[in-house]
Protein backbone atom coordinates (compact mmCIF):
# COMPACT_ATOMS: atom_id res chain seq x y z
CA UNK A 1 0.00 0.00 0.00
CA UNK A 2 1.55 3.43 -0.68
CA UNK A 3 1.95 5.78 1.78
CA UNK A 4 -1.13 7.95 2.46
CA UNK A 5 0.12 11.87 3.16
CA UNK A 6 -2.31 12.94 6.05
CA UNK A 7 -1.07 15.33 8.29
CA UNK A 8 -2.76 16.17 11.43
CA UNK A 9 -4.36 19.16 10.17
CA UNK A 10 -5.41 17.09 7.31
CA UNK A 11 -7.71 15.16 10.31
CA UNK A 12 -8.50 18.30 12.23
CA UNK A 13 -9.79 20.02 8.96
CA UNK A 14 -11.74 16.87 8.03
CA UNK A 15 -13.17 16.33 11.12
CA UNK A 16 -14.00 20.07 11.83
CA UNK A 17 -15.90 20.60 8.36
CA UNK A 18 -19.50 20.72 9.42
CA UNK A 19 -21.60 21.31 6.44
CA UNK A 20 -22.68 25.09 5.72
CA UNK A 21 -26.64 25.39 5.36
CA UNK A 22 -28.14 25.04 2.07
CA UNK A 23 -30.86 26.53 0.89
CA UNK A 24 -33.28 26.90 -2.62
CA UNK A 25 -34.97 30.33 -1.70
CA UNK A 26 -33.49 32.86 -4.50
CA UNK A 27 -30.58 34.46 -3.63
CA UNK A 28 -30.47 39.05 -3.11
CA UNK A 29 -30.74 40.40 -6.88
CA UNK A 30 -27.44 41.42 -7.58
CA UNK A 31 -25.98 42.96 -10.98
CA UNK A 32 -23.09 44.01 -12.66
CA UNK A 33 -22.92 46.76 -9.51
CA UNK A 34 -21.61 43.94 -7.27
CA UNK A 35 -18.58 43.38 -9.28
CA UNK A 36 -16.40 46.05 -7.72
CA UNK A 37 -16.72 44.81 -4.36
CA UNK A 38 -15.82 41.65 -5.65
CA UNK A 39 -12.92 42.87 -7.12
CA UNK A 40 -12.00 44.75 -4.08
CA UNK A 41 -11.70 41.67 -1.92
CA UNK A 42 -9.50 39.91 -4.50
CA UNK A 43 -6.13 41.20 -4.10
CA UNK A 44 -2.68 38.82 -5.43
CA UNK A 45 -0.60 38.44 -2.53
CA UNK A 46 2.76 39.65 -1.76
CA UNK A 47 5.83 38.19 -1.11
CA UNK A 48 9.25 38.99 0.46
CA UNK A 49 11.66 40.17 -1.89
CA UNK A 50 14.03 36.54 -1.23
CA UNK A 51 14.60 34.59 -4.11
CA UNK A 52 15.58 30.47 -3.38
CA UNK A 53 17.01 28.70 -6.56
CA UNK A 54 16.57 25.30 -6.57
CA UNK A 55 20.20 24.74 -8.51
CA UNK A 56 21.16 26.19 -4.50
CA UNK A 57 19.61 23.31 -3.45
CA UNK A 58 20.78 20.44 -5.97
CA UNK A 59 18.54 20.65 -8.80
CA UNK A 60 19.98 19.80 -12.49
CA UNK A 61 18.52 20.40 -15.73
CA UNK A 62 18.49 17.81 -18.34
CA UNK A 63 16.82 14.78 -16.50
CA UNK A 64 17.70 14.56 -13.20
CA UNK A 65 14.88 13.73 -11.26
CA UNK A 66 14.26 17.44 -9.05
CA UNK A 67 12.14 16.34 -6.96
CA UNK A 68 13.92 16.36 -3.36
CA UNK A 69 15.83 19.70 -4.19
CA UNK A 70 12.61 21.82 -5.50
CA UNK A 71 11.12 20.55 -1.94
CA UNK A 72 14.04 21.92 0.07
CA UNK A 73 13.51 25.04 -1.74
CA UNK A 74 10.57 25.75 -0.48
CA UNK A 75 10.90 24.34 2.71
CA UNK A 76 13.62 26.97 2.87
CA UNK A 77 11.56 29.78 1.46
CA UNK A 78 8.76 29.15 3.91
CA UNK A 79 11.09 28.61 7.03
CA UNK A 80 12.52 32.44 6.38
CA UNK A 81 9.18 33.45 6.53
CA UNK A 82 8.71 33.56 2.41
CA UNK A 83 10.09 34.63 -0.74
CA UNK A 84 10.37 33.32 -4.56
CA UNK A 85 11.26 29.64 -5.13
CA UNK A 86 13.12 30.31 -8.55
CA UNK A 87 13.18 27.49 -11.45
CA UNK A 88 15.94 29.36 -13.62
CA UNK A 89 16.24 28.25 -17.63
CA UNK A 90 16.07 24.93 -18.54
CA UNK A 91 14.61 21.53 -18.61
CA UNK A 92 14.13 20.42 -14.82
CA UNK A 93 12.21 17.46 -14.23
CA UNK A 94 9.81 16.61 -11.25
CA UNK A 95 7.41 14.64 -9.31
CA UNK A 96 4.44 16.16 -6.87
CA UNK A 97 5.43 19.84 -5.60
CA UNK A 98 3.85 20.64 -2.44
CA UNK A 99 3.57 24.48 -2.12
CA UNK A 100 3.72 26.25 1.28
CA UNK A 101 2.27 29.34 2.57
CA UNK A 102 3.97 32.70 1.67
CA UNK A 103 5.91 30.62 -1.01
CA UNK A 104 5.66 32.07 -4.86
CA UNK A 105 7.13 29.08 -7.10
CA UNK A 106 8.53 31.10 -10.02
CA UNK A 107 9.05 29.84 -13.29
CA UNK A 108 11.28 32.07 -15.40
CA UNK A 109 11.37 32.60 -19.05
CA UNK A 110 13.32 29.79 -20.46
CA UNK A 111 11.82 27.36 -18.08
CA UNK A 112 10.31 24.23 -18.14
CA UNK A 113 9.04 22.55 -15.29
CA UNK A 114 8.49 18.74 -16.46
CA UNK A 115 6.62 16.29 -14.39
CA UNK A 116 7.62 12.67 -14.44
CA UNK A 117 4.95 10.70 -15.24
CA UNK A 118 5.33 7.79 -12.73
CA UNK A 119 2.65 7.47 -10.53
CA UNK A 120 4.80 6.61 -7.51
CA UNK A 121 6.26 9.89 -7.73
CA UNK A 122 3.23 11.15 -6.61
CA UNK A 123 1.69 9.89 -3.05
CA UNK A 124 -1.42 9.82 -2.02
CA UNK A 125 -3.16 12.93 -0.22
CA UNK A 126 -6.37 14.41 0.32
CA UNK A 127 -7.83 15.77 -3.13
CA UNK A 128 -11.63 16.37 -4.84
CA UNK A 129 -11.65 13.64 -7.69
CA UNK A 130 -14.62 15.04 -10.06
CA UNK A 131 -15.93 16.29 -7.20
CA UNK A 132 -15.57 13.44 -4.22
CA UNK A 133 -13.44 13.87 -2.25
CA UNK A 134 -10.79 11.18 -1.18
CA UNK A 135 -7.43 10.05 -0.80
CA UNK A 136 -5.68 9.75 -4.21
CA UNK A 137 -2.23 10.38 -5.96
CA UNK A 138 -0.70 13.80 -5.37
CA UNK A 139 -1.71 16.36 -7.77
CA UNK A 140 1.05 17.61 -9.76
CA UNK A 141 1.49 21.05 -7.96
CA UNK A 142 -0.86 20.83 -4.96
CA UNK A 143 -1.26 22.90 -1.81
CA UNK A 144 -3.59 21.88 1.71
CA UNK A 145 -4.46 24.47 3.96
CA UNK A 146 -2.13 27.29 3.09
CA UNK A 147 -2.23 30.85 2.73
CA UNK A 148 -0.30 33.49 0.36
CA UNK A 149 0.94 30.96 -2.10
CA UNK A 150 1.78 31.67 -6.04
CA UNK A 151 3.29 29.93 -8.96
CA UNK A 152 4.27 32.79 -11.41
CA UNK A 153 6.33 33.31 -14.09
CA UNK A 154 6.66 33.27 -18.25
CA UNK A 155 8.47 29.79 -17.96
CA UNK A 156 5.86 26.14 -19.17
CA UNK A 157 4.50 23.70 -16.65
CA UNK A 158 4.52 20.28 -18.66
CA UNK A 159 2.55 17.62 -17.28
CA UNK A 160 3.80 14.90 -19.98
CA UNK A 161 0.87 13.44 -20.18
CA UNK A 162 0.02 11.19 -23.18
CA UNK A 163 -1.28 8.31 -23.97
CA UNK A 164 1.56 6.58 -22.99
CA UNK A 165 1.20 6.93 -19.66
CA UNK A 166 -2.15 9.50 -17.57
CA UNK A 167 -4.28 9.49 -20.52
CA UNK A 168 -4.41 5.27 -21.39
CA UNK A 169 -5.95 5.78 -18.07
CA UNK A 170 -9.24 6.75 -19.60
CA UNK A 171 -8.92 6.21 -23.51
CA UNK A 172 -12.29 4.83 -25.05
CA UNK A 173 -11.76 2.49 -27.70
CA UNK A 174 -14.20 -0.21 -28.81
CA UNK A 175 -14.48 -3.18 -27.37
CA UNK A 176 -11.65 -2.31 -24.69
CA UNK A 177 -12.34 -1.61 -20.98
CA UNK A 178 -11.56 1.62 -19.83
CA UNK A 179 -9.26 1.70 -17.08
CA UNK A 180 -10.30 4.10 -14.75
CA UNK A 181 -13.94 3.07 -14.76
CA UNK A 182 -14.20 0.49 -11.96
CA UNK A 183 -12.13 3.13 -9.44
CA UNK A 184 -14.52 5.79 -11.24
CA UNK A 185 -17.75 3.85 -9.76
CA UNK A 186 -16.37 2.73 -6.33
CA UNK A 187 -15.69 6.15 -5.60
CA UNK A 188 -18.59 7.50 -6.15
CA UNK A 189 -20.47 4.80 -4.70
CA UNK A 190 -18.40 5.64 -1.28
CA UNK A 191 -19.42 9.35 -1.51
CA UNK A 192 -23.22 8.33 -2.21
CA UNK A 193 -22.72 5.83 0.86
CA UNK A 194 -20.67 9.00 3.09
CA UNK A 195 -18.00 6.34 3.78
CA UNK A 196 -15.74 8.47 5.83
CA UNK A 197 -12.94 10.26 3.26
CA UNK A 198 -9.62 8.79 5.22
CA UNK A 199 -11.45 5.63 4.43
CA UNK A 200 -11.98 6.41 0.47
CA UNK A 201 -8.35 5.23 -0.47
CA UNK A 202 -7.49 4.97 -4.00
CA UNK A 203 -4.15 5.85 -5.97
CA UNK A 204 -2.15 2.20 -7.07
CA UNK A 205 -5.05 0.17 -8.83
CA UNK A 206 -7.67 2.65 -9.11
CA UNK A 207 -6.22 4.66 -12.52
CA UNK A 208 -7.99 7.85 -11.12
CA UNK A 209 -5.94 10.02 -13.09
CA UNK A 210 -4.20 13.55 -11.08
CA UNK A 211 -5.13 17.06 -11.99
CA UNK A 212 -2.35 19.29 -12.37
CA UNK A 213 -2.43 22.49 -10.24
CA UNK A 214 -5.17 22.30 -6.96
CA UNK A 215 -4.50 24.11 -4.09
CA UNK A 216 -7.09 22.78 -1.66
CA UNK A 217 -8.84 25.20 1.63
CA UNK A 218 -6.05 27.71 0.49
CA UNK A 219 -6.38 31.72 1.18
CA UNK A 220 -4.87 34.45 -0.91
CA UNK A 221 -3.44 32.64 -4.27
CA UNK A 222 -2.04 33.51 -7.64
CA UNK A 223 -1.13 31.66 -10.89
CA UNK A 224 0.29 34.16 -13.48
CA UNK A 225 1.87 34.38 -16.31
CA UNK A 226 2.79 30.62 -17.15
CA UNK A 227 1.98 28.39 -20.34
CA UNK A 228 0.57 24.79 -18.97
CA UNK A 229 0.63 21.84 -21.54
CA UNK A 230 0.09 18.15 -20.98
CA UNK A 231 -1.85 17.99 -18.23
CA UNK A 232 -3.21 14.37 -16.76
CA UNK A 233 -6.46 15.64 -16.51
CA UNK A 234 -8.58 18.97 -15.21
CA UNK A 235 -5.54 21.62 -15.25
CA UNK A 236 -6.39 24.35 -12.58
CA UNK A 237 -8.76 23.03 -10.08
CA UNK A 238 -8.84 25.59 -7.00
CA UNK A 239 -10.70 23.82 -4.40
CA UNK A 240 -12.42 25.35 -1.62
CA UNK A 241 -10.58 28.54 -1.60
CA UNK A 242 -10.58 31.72 -1.53
CA UNK A 243 -9.43 34.95 -3.13
CA UNK A 244 -7.81 33.59 -6.41
CA UNK A 245 -6.16 35.29 -9.01
CA UNK A 246 -5.29 33.28 -12.23
CA UNK A 247 -3.95 35.51 -15.16
CA UNK A 248 -1.91 35.52 -18.11
CA UNK A 249 -2.09 32.04 -18.63
CA UNK A 250 -1.64 30.31 -22.27
CA UNK A 251 -3.82 26.48 -21.27
CA UNK A 252 -3.12 24.21 -24.17
CA UNK A 253 -3.36 20.47 -23.70
CA UNK A 254 -5.86 18.29 -25.64
CA UNK A 255 -5.86 14.93 -23.71
CA UNK A 256 -9.13 13.65 -21.91
CA UNK A 257 -10.83 15.55 -19.27
CA UNK A 258 -8.90 18.17 -19.64
CA UNK A 259 -10.98 21.12 -18.81
CA UNK A 260 -8.74 24.59 -18.58
CA UNK A 261 -9.87 26.11 -15.37
CA UNK A 262 -12.14 23.95 -12.70
CA UNK A 263 -12.68 26.39 -9.79
CA UNK A 264 -14.74 24.29 -7.35
CA UNK A 265 -16.40 25.22 -4.14
CA UNK A 266 -14.54 28.96 -4.25
CA UNK A 267 -15.13 32.28 -3.51
CA UNK A 268 -13.93 35.53 -4.56
CA UNK A 269 -12.08 34.58 -7.84
CA UNK A 270 -10.61 36.40 -10.63
CA UNK A 271 -9.82 34.68 -14.33
CA UNK A 272 -8.44 37.13 -16.52
CA UNK A 273 -6.67 37.63 -19.49
CA UNK A 274 -6.16 34.01 -20.28
CA UNK A 275 -5.94 31.77 -23.35
CA UNK A 276 -7.90 28.35 -23.42
CA UNK A 277 -7.08 25.16 -25.85
CA UNK A 278 -8.35 22.50 -24.10
CA UNK A 279 -9.77 18.64 -24.33
CA UNK A 280 -13.03 19.36 -22.53
CA UNK A 281 -14.12 22.85 -20.84
CA UNK A 282 -12.20 25.49 -21.23
CA UNK A 283 -13.69 27.21 -17.48
CA UNK A 284 -16.11 24.88 -15.60
CA UNK A 285 -17.72 26.20 -12.35
CA UNK A 286 -18.09 22.96 -9.95
CA UNK A 287 -19.43 22.78 -6.43
CA UNK A 288 -18.94 18.31 -5.43
CA UNK A 289 -20.96 15.94 -7.21
CA UNK A 290 -23.96 14.32 -5.45
CA UNK A 291 -24.19 13.55 -2.06
CA UNK A 292 -20.91 14.22 -1.48
CA UNK A 293 -21.39 17.89 -2.73
CA UNK A 294 -24.23 18.49 -0.21
CA UNK A 295 -22.15 17.03 2.34
CA UNK A 296 -19.77 19.41 1.98
CA UNK A 297 -22.12 21.88 0.94
CA UNK A 298 -20.01 25.03 -0.10
CA UNK A 299 -21.17 26.86 -3.49
CA UNK A 300 -18.90 28.48 -5.61
CA UNK A 301 -19.80 32.15 -5.33
CA UNK A 302 -18.64 35.76 -7.06
CA UNK A 303 -16.44 34.57 -9.89
CA UNK A 304 -15.12 37.47 -12.41
CA UNK A 305 -13.73 36.19 -15.91
CA UNK A 306 -12.72 38.97 -18.19
CA UNK A 307 -10.47 39.40 -21.05
CA UNK A 308 -10.19 35.35 -22.20
CA UNK A 309 -9.81 34.04 -25.54
CA UNK A 310 -11.54 30.20 -25.89
CA UNK A 311 -10.49 28.31 -28.83
CA UNK A 312 -11.91 24.51 -29.00
CA UNK A 313 -13.53 23.22 -25.50
CA UNK A 314 -16.46 21.94 -24.90
CA UNK A 315 -17.76 25.19 -23.68
CA UNK A 316 -16.39 28.39 -23.45
CA UNK A 317 -17.91 28.70 -19.14
CA UNK A 318 -19.57 26.32 -17.92
CA UNK A 319 -21.46 25.65 -14.76
CA UNK A 320 -21.49 22.17 -13.88
CA UNK A 321 -21.80 18.89 -13.80
CA UNK A 322 -20.42 18.08 -10.47
CA UNK A 323 -22.69 21.49 -9.06
CA UNK A 324 -24.38 20.14 -5.74
CA UNK A 325 -23.06 22.65 -3.70
CA UNK A 326 -24.81 25.26 -6.54
CA UNK A 327 -22.88 28.42 -7.85
CA UNK A 328 -23.72 32.05 -7.34
CA UNK A 329 -22.95 35.91 -9.09
CA UNK A 330 -20.80 34.72 -11.49
CA UNK A 331 -19.94 37.70 -14.46
CA UNK A 332 -18.46 37.09 -17.80
CA UNK A 333 -16.91 39.73 -20.05
CA UNK A 334 -15.27 40.99 -22.56
CA UNK A 335 -13.81 37.30 -23.59
CA UNK A 336 -13.73 36.35 -27.39
CA UNK A 337 -14.83 32.55 -27.99
CA UNK A 338 -14.29 31.14 -31.57
CA UNK A 339 -13.42 27.53 -32.89
CA UNK A 340 -14.82 24.68 -34.89
CA UNK A 341 -14.39 22.45 -31.86
CA UNK A 342 -15.82 25.16 -29.76
CA UNK A 343 -19.29 23.42 -28.59
CA UNK A 344 -20.62 26.48 -26.58
CA UNK A 345 -20.16 29.74 -25.18
CA UNK A 346 -21.98 29.99 -22.34
CA UNK A 347 -23.67 26.29 -20.83
CA UNK A 348 -25.17 24.94 -17.54
CA UNK A 349 -25.30 20.93 -17.08
CA UNK A 350 -26.87 19.35 -14.32
CA UNK A 351 -29.70 16.95 -13.34
CA UNK A 352 -31.75 15.30 -10.72
CA UNK A 353 -29.38 13.75 -9.29
CA UNK A 354 -26.20 16.26 -8.94
CA UNK A 355 -29.37 19.11 -7.61
CA UNK A 356 -28.46 22.31 -6.80
CA UNK A 357 -28.82 26.33 -7.38
CA UNK A 358 -27.50 28.12 -10.28
CA UNK A 359 -28.40 31.54 -10.24
CA UNK A 360 -26.94 35.30 -10.82
CA UNK A 361 -24.87 34.37 -13.98
CA UNK A 362 -23.84 37.30 -16.04
CA UNK A 363 -22.02 37.63 -19.68
CA UNK A 364 -21.81 41.27 -21.70
CA UNK A 365 -19.40 41.95 -24.60
CA UNK A 366 -18.24 38.57 -25.84
CA UNK A 367 -17.58 37.98 -29.28
CA UNK A 368 -18.12 34.23 -30.50
CA UNK A 369 -17.03 33.23 -34.09
CA UNK A 370 -18.66 29.76 -34.35
CA UNK A 371 -19.98 27.26 -31.84
CA UNK A 372 -21.07 24.10 -32.89
CA UNK A 373 -24.19 23.08 -31.14
CA UNK A 374 -25.66 26.87 -29.40
CA UNK A 375 -24.59 30.41 -27.88
CA UNK A 376 -26.30 29.32 -24.46
CA UNK A 377 -27.03 25.63 -23.41
CA UNK A 378 -28.86 24.49 -20.44
CA UNK A 379 -28.99 20.74 -19.77
CA UNK A 380 -30.95 19.73 -17.25
CA UNK A 381 -30.98 16.16 -18.85
CA UNK A 382 -27.38 15.98 -18.36
CA UNK A 383 -26.44 12.12 -18.05
CA UNK A 384 -28.88 10.89 -15.18
CA UNK A 385 -31.55 13.70 -16.35
CA UNK A 386 -34.36 13.90 -14.26
CA UNK A 387 -33.74 10.37 -12.59
CA UNK A 388 -33.36 11.56 -9.32
CA UNK A 389 -35.06 13.49 -6.30
CA UNK A 390 -32.97 16.59 -6.41
CA UNK A 391 -34.53 19.42 -8.46
CA UNK A 392 -31.58 21.23 -11.06
CA UNK A 393 -32.55 25.59 -10.84
CA UNK A 394 -31.30 27.49 -13.27
CA UNK A 395 -32.00 31.23 -12.80
CA UNK A 396 -31.50 34.81 -13.48
CA UNK A 397 -28.97 34.71 -16.84
CA UNK A 398 -28.20 37.31 -18.56
CA UNK A 399 -26.81 37.87 -22.09
CA UNK A 400 -25.98 41.28 -22.54
CA UNK A 401 -24.20 42.88 -25.71
CA UNK A 402 -23.16 39.71 -27.07
CA UNK A 403 -22.44 38.40 -30.49
CA UNK A 404 -21.71 35.77 -32.38
CA UNK A 405 -21.35 35.38 -36.59
CA UNK A 406 -22.14 31.40 -37.09
CA UNK A 407 -24.14 28.71 -34.83
CA UNK A 408 -27.10 26.01 -35.56
CA UNK A 409 -28.82 27.82 -32.70
CA UNK A 410 -28.45 30.49 -30.30
CA UNK A 411 -30.75 28.07 -27.52
CA UNK A 412 -30.58 24.53 -26.24
CA UNK A 413 -32.55 24.30 -23.31
CA UNK A 414 -33.31 21.01 -22.00
CA UNK A 415 -35.46 20.90 -19.11
CA UNK A 416 -37.99 18.99 -17.14
CA UNK A 417 -41.13 18.91 -15.22
CA UNK A 418 -40.32 19.96 -11.78
CA UNK A 419 -36.60 21.30 -12.60
CA UNK A 420 -36.43 25.32 -12.73
CA UNK A 421 -35.19 27.13 -15.96
CA UNK A 422 -36.27 30.97 -15.59
CA UNK A 423 -35.58 34.33 -15.71
CA UNK A 424 -33.41 34.12 -18.83
CA UNK A 425 -32.94 37.34 -20.37
CA UNK A 426 -31.07 38.69 -24.00
CA UNK A 427 -30.17 42.45 -24.51
CA UNK A 428 -28.65 44.49 -27.21
CA UNK A 429 -27.37 40.85 -29.02
CA UNK A 430 -27.00 39.97 -32.45
CA UNK A 431 -26.76 36.70 -33.74
CA UNK A 432 -26.07 36.00 -37.34
CA UNK A 433 -25.84 32.80 -39.13
CA UNK A 434 -28.22 30.96 -36.97
CA UNK A 435 -29.02 27.70 -39.22
CA UNK A 436 -31.99 25.81 -37.52
CA UNK A 437 -34.99 26.46 -34.40
CA UNK A 438 -34.32 27.25 -31.09
CA UNK A 439 -34.94 24.21 -28.86
CA UNK A 440 -36.56 25.01 -25.27
CA UNK A 441 -38.31 21.73 -23.59
CA UNK A 442 -39.68 23.05 -19.86
CA UNK A 443 -38.74 26.86 -20.08
CA UNK A 444 -40.29 29.46 -18.25
CA UNK A 445 -39.21 32.83 -18.56
CA UNK A 446 -36.89 33.67 -21.55
CA UNK A 447 -37.15 37.28 -22.99
CA UNK A 448 -35.33 39.18 -25.89
CA UNK A 449 -35.10 43.11 -25.51
CA UNK A 450 -33.15 44.98 -28.53
CA UNK A 451 -32.38 41.27 -29.82
CA UNK A 452 -31.67 40.56 -33.41
CA UNK A 453 -31.83 36.73 -34.17
CA UNK A 454 -30.63 36.74 -38.31
CA UNK A 455 -30.99 33.04 -40.45
CA UNK A 456 -28.15 31.82 -42.08
CA UNK A 457 -30.22 31.56 -45.10
CA UNK A 458 -32.79 34.75 -44.99
CA UNK A 459 -36.37 34.19 -45.82
CA UNK A 460 -39.19 36.09 -46.43
CA UNK A 461 -42.71 35.62 -45.18
CA UNK A 462 -45.17 34.12 -47.79
CA UNK A 463 -47.45 37.13 -47.46
CA UNK A 464 -44.60 39.84 -47.58
CA UNK A 465 -45.65 42.40 -50.30
CA UNK A 466 -42.92 43.92 -52.57
CA UNK A 467 -42.87 47.68 -52.64
CA UNK A 468 -44.78 49.98 -55.38
CA UNK A 469 -42.53 50.66 -58.61
CA UNK A 470 -41.43 54.24 -58.21
CA UNK A 471 -42.88 56.42 -60.79
CA UNK A 472 -40.41 58.86 -62.65
Known sequence: MRPI????????????????????????????????????????PQFPARDFSIIDHGAVAGGADCTAAIAQAIAAAHAAGGGRVVVPAGVFHTGAVHLKSNVNLHVAAGATLKFIPDPAKYPLVLTRWEGVECMNYSPLIYAFGQENIAI???????????????????RKQPGQPTKQVPGRNKLFAQGEEGVPVEQRVHGEGSFLRPNFVQPYRCKNVLIEGLTLINSPMWKLN?????????RGLNINSHGPNNDGCDPESCRDVLIENCIFDTGD?????????????????????????????????????????????????????????????????????????????????FMRRVEIGRVSEAVLTIDLLYEEG????????????????????????????????????DGIRFIDCRFSGVETAEQLTHAGSVSFTRTAIEPAKKARSANSVPPPATKN
Not at 33 to 38: E, F, G, R, S, T
Not at 155 to 165: E, I, P, R
Not at 325 to 353: Q, T
Request: include cysteine.
Open 281 to 361: DCIAIKSGRNNDGRRVAVPSENIIIRGCTMKDGHGGVVLGSEISGGVRNVFIEDCKMDSPNLDRALRFKNNAVRGGVLENV
Open 238 to 246: PVLCTNVTI
Open 386 to 421: ARGTHRPVVRNVELAQVTSKSSPRVMFVAGFEGAVV
Open 152 to 170: TGQGTLDGSASYDNWWAWN
Open 5 to 44: VLSLLTLALLSACAPAPRTTAPAAAIGWDAVPAILARIQA
